[in-house]
């Protein structure tokens, strides 16, 4: 397992459509991560996991939003009724389950890019 | 809200020169800091973290951080053109459950040869 892989690379869905991401993290991590970014900006968190609890959740994150983790392991981001606002990066991480501070690493997948005409 | 903040650049050096990348942060409880290189259309990728007041070196790179002044730095000797990227400044929030980063909107390196 080389890293957090993510799925699509690239999404361009028509406003109005529903879509769904998928994020696989490293092996062992229990913690998973969503953060969106625009151009421009850096990265802003949409909420994480830990195990299959969903355990926090951003303002940003509005009722079109959903994110999974049945099982502990792959992650999915669902945006229903897509908006051309919600165009952007939508970034997954994973971090260890390892002692002390070095389980705030965070390591980043490429990234699904969305694009709402 | 915690705030990262740095200076968006661009900021250009010629090859082998010294980079220097700097933010500065607005929850003086945070404690652990990362940077993250973006090359454009990347994903971001961590290149340093620090937990502890003073410098720490791994190769080129250099990060320094001093809670007392809420500033964090990140020193890139031997520039090369390669280096040219973005870079992001992230604190960890402690007042999360779990610890989300909070980022700052990243300064723009250029390394000309």
């Known amino acids: 397992d080389t890293g957090v892989s993510q799925d699509p690379r690239h999404k361009i869905t028509k406003r109005g459509q529903n879509v769904t991401f998928r994020c696989d993290p490293i092996s062992e991590h229990n913690r998973l991560y969503w953060y969106r970014q625009t151009l421009g900006q850096g990265p802003e968190f949409l909420t994480y996991?830990?195990?299959?609890?969903?355990?926090?959740k951003s303002r940003l994150l509005s009722d079109r939003f959903s994110a999974e983790r049945p099982k502990g392991s792959f992650s999915t981001l669902e945006i229903q009724r897509t908006e051309q606002g919600d165009s952007a990066m939508y970034l997954c991480?994973?971090?260890?389950?390892?002692?002390?501070?070095?389980?705030?690493?965070?390591?980043f997948g490429a990234g699904t890019r969305l694009s709402v005409l | 809200q915690k705030e990262v903040e740095q200076n968006s650049g661009p900021l250009s050096v010629p090859e082998g020169a010294i980079a220097s990348l700097n933010c500065t942060y607005s929850d003086r409880g945070s404690q652990s800091f990362f940077w993250y290189r973006q090359y454009s259309g990347k994903s971001p990728e961590l290149i340093m973290f620090i937990y502890s007041n003073g410098d720490k070196e791994d190769g080129r790179f250099t990060a320094q951080l001093n809670k007392a002044s809420q500033y964090v730095s990140l020193l890139i000797r031997d520039s090369q053109p390669s280096d040219s990227a973005t870079y992001l400044c992230a604190g960890y929030d402690r007042g999360s459950t779990l610890g989300r980063l909070y980022f700052g909107r990243g300064t723009q390196l250029t390394v000309w040869p």
């Open positions: 996991f830990q195990n299959e609890a969903q355990l926090e």
């Open positions: 991480a994973s971090s260890p389950l390892v002692p002390g501070q070095d389980r705030n690493i965070q390591y």
